[in-house]
Structure formats: structure tokens, C-alpha cells
């Protein structure tokens, strides 16, 4: 039984202190909260206790897909063409050229 699981069943029980057990566990009370939370509300299911992905839902700085589409067509239709005749013909700014080679496999 994991660290998160055995806090949990304990908290659970009638005569639970959560703070208390949350100095006794040695996390937040922010932390032992959030946990007893996901576990009631996914039906008392042990997979909630896992770490949640921290990664952002979106990338406001990404490229809109219509300019990296473009970016990466003029690749295909001329190799030859480096970043500066990429940039040119796309309209777009150095970085966002290179972030498109990038992410599409395209050296520069």
C-alpha cells in the first residue's frame, strides 16, 4: 500500500484529524485535502492517488498549425532552401520557422 493510499483509508475512518495526519505523514494540509478529494471523486478509486500530468493544456506561444503547414511545405517543395528563404516566403518571424523545422524533422 502506497503512502498516499494508507493516509487515505485513514483519513477516511469517522475519528479522522486530517491535519493531524497530515503532520504525521509529513505533507500539507493543502496536500492531504486535494488528495482525499480525488479519491471521492472517482468513486473511492486507488488510480486517483497517482501524480497527474503537470504538463499545460495548451501552448500559447505555438505557432498557429496553418503557418507551421505552410513552413513545412515550403520545405518539402524546395530542400535546398534554408531558413532565411523559408522565412521569406512564409511571412513569418526566424523563430517561428525554426520551431516548425524542428518539430516537423526538418534540419535547418
Not at 60 to 84: C, E, I, K, N
Amino acid at each position: 500500500m502506497s503512502l498516499r493510499q494508507e493516509f487515505v483509508m485513514l483519513a477516511l475512518a469517522e475519528s479522522a484529524n486530517v491535519r493531524e495526519l497530515c503532520r504525521r505523514f509529513g505533507i500539507s494540509p493543502k496536500t492531504g485535502y486535494k488528495w482525499l478529494a480525488r479519491f471521492r471523486s472517482s468513486g473511492c478509486d486507488r488510480a486517483s492517488l497517482v501524480d497527474h500530468s503537470r504538463r499545460p493544456l495548451s501552448s500559447p506561444r505555438l505557432s498557429p498549425a496553418h503557418v507551421q503547414d505552410a513552413v513545412v511545405q515550403l520545405r518539402q517543395q524546395h530542400p535546398t532552401w534554408g531558413r532565411t528563404q523559408a522565412l521569406a516566403r512564409a511571412a513569418g518571424c526566424p523563430p517561428t520557422v525554426r520551431c516548425a523545422q524542428r518539430r516537423h524533422a526538418h534540419p535547418a
